[in-house]
């Protein structure tokens, strides 16, 4: 039973910004969250993960909301190869099993 | 730096054969997953290792399902005999620790198996 809420589809033009919301309520202190993702006929790929504060890398940006109940996944310029499915997962120290909901698939297009 | 290689990337068989899976971590990397990815869903765990001990096998439909983690590097994962249902992308993850402190997995392609 995945502890994630996400949208089953989004799309977006390319070049513009896309922006992945998740719902995770029932997130507890210790919990981080997680985003991957998986193109068409490969395995996941890990993007970016934060606890509390906003996460920065290469790929992504990560905002969590300061109650921690939610958070975005932001692609600042989406390009058609960011097309894919995006998960957001919650796991935590105490409980190892990284558990997949269906995600949001996410379509970039011209 | 090489990846999480899995072998073959595609099987089919018929039902109640048999099938195995093999996976090479990411050298250094303690913990080795299998997951199970059913068509147009997300990917489900079967079996946790670190090293070469199970921490996780809840999900492992143990009456046709094995894994093993030889030395605590590669891994194999069987089913005997197999269903229809079973038709399913099987993927191999591994990490550098135990997953919820704060660090990555790293996938493999997948092994895409069809049973008929």
């Known amino acids: 039973d995945a502890k994630t809420t996400q949208p089953p589809s989004m799309d977006c033009a390319e070049g513009r910004a896309a922006n992945l919301p998740c719902n995770h309520s029932?997130?507890?202190?210790?919990?981080?969250v997680y985003w991957y993702r998986q193109i068409h006929s490969q395995g996941p790929q890990y993007i970016i993960h934060g606890l509390k504060n906003n996460e920065t890398n290469e790929m992504a940006s990560l905002i969590i909301t300061e109650d921690r109940k939610s958070s975005t996944l932001i692609l600042p310029h989406a390009t058609l190869r960011d097309t894919a499915v995006y998960y957001c997962i919650v796991t935590s120290g105490g409980s190892y099993i990284p558990t997949f909901g269906r995600g949001t698939s996410l379509i970039v297009h011209p | 730096e090489a990846g999480v290689a899995q072998s073959p990337r595609y099987k089919i068989i018929e039902k109640r054969q048999s099938v195995a899976f093999w996976c090479n971590p990411i050298s250094g990397h303690a913990t080795l997953y299998w997951y199970q990815q059913i068509l147009g869903q997300g990917p489900k765990l079967l079996i946790q290792f670190q090293n070469n001990g199970v921490v996780d096998d809840s999900q492992l439909p143990k009456d046709r399902f094995s894994a093993e983690r030889l030395k605590g590097v590669d891994s194999t994962l069987k089913i005997q005999p197999a269903k229809l249902e079973d038709s399913a992308v099987y993927l191999c993850a591994s990490s550098l620790v135990r997953w919820g402190q704060a660090t990555e997995a790293f996938f493999g392609q997948g092994t895409r198996l069809t049973v008929v």
């Open positions: 029932t997130i507890s202190g210790n919990e981080y």
